[in-house]
């Protein structure tokens, strides 16, 4: 699997032996070594910045925690729950789109947030096909289409329907 990270550096002047940094890693990066968070398997590191983010005294230097690269917005106070409700209420699904391209520059910065959506242990061993032309978007399009005519042809057929009943069932127990 390809790591997008480079492993953390420790400042062991800093680190107060919290114990944080290395019970959050999910990639066993960091071990303590006496009373310290240390460096052990650097090649090991997804970028995932879980480290840095925990630590208290800013002792886990890490390029994914690195906020002088981001604009960070203003600060403000903790969301209530009326405002996230109707945040979430405001939401909608964008599904007729313009024909106007996508920058690099925003589509690199898309990705790059997409690293940290969560993943089954953190394990981020996601990839993105980017697809770019209306013409391999159309073949998406079709191929797909296709797929899915095929798995509902064969549900609505009668041995079909006897499997399905017979997963669901068992899943359902």
């Known amino acids: 699997m390809k790591r997008k990270g480079n492993p953390p550096n420790i400042l062991p002047p800093k680190c107060i032996g919290c114990k944080l940094c290395v019970e959050?890693?999910?990639?066993f990066v960091l071990e303590m070594r006496g009373d310290k968070a240390s460096v052990v398997r650097g090649a090991?590191?997804?970028?995932c910045g879980h480290c840095g983010a925990v630590c208290p005294v800013e002792a886990v230097l890490h390029e994914a925690t690195s906020y002088d690269k981001m604009m960070l917005p203003e600060p403000c106070s903790t969301?209530?729950?009326e405002s996230l409700q109707l945040?979430?209420?405001e939401r909608r699904s964008v599904r007729i789109y313009g024909r106007e391209e996508v920058s690099e520059e925003?589509?690199?910065?898309?990705l790059d947030a997409g690293r940290y959506?969560?993943?089954?242990?953190?394990?981020?061993?996601?990839?993105y096909i980017v697809l770019r032309s209306?013409?391999?978007?159309?073949?998406l399009r079709k191929r797909t289409t296709r797929f899915y005519e095929k798995i509902f042809s064969w549900v609505r057929s009668g041995i079909g329907r006897f499997l399905l009943t017979i997963m669901a069932s068992r899943k359902l127990v």
């Open 24 to 27: 959050v890693c999910p990639s």
């Open 44 to 47: 090991w590191c997804i970028g």
């Open 79 to 81: 969301l209530s729950p």
């Open 87 to 89: 945040l979430i209420r």
């Open 106 to 110: 925003s589509l690199q910065k898309i």
């Open 117 to 127: 959506a969560p993943t089954g242990t953190n394990s981020q061993n996601v990839n």
């Open 134 to 139: 209306p013409d391999q978007i159309e073949e």
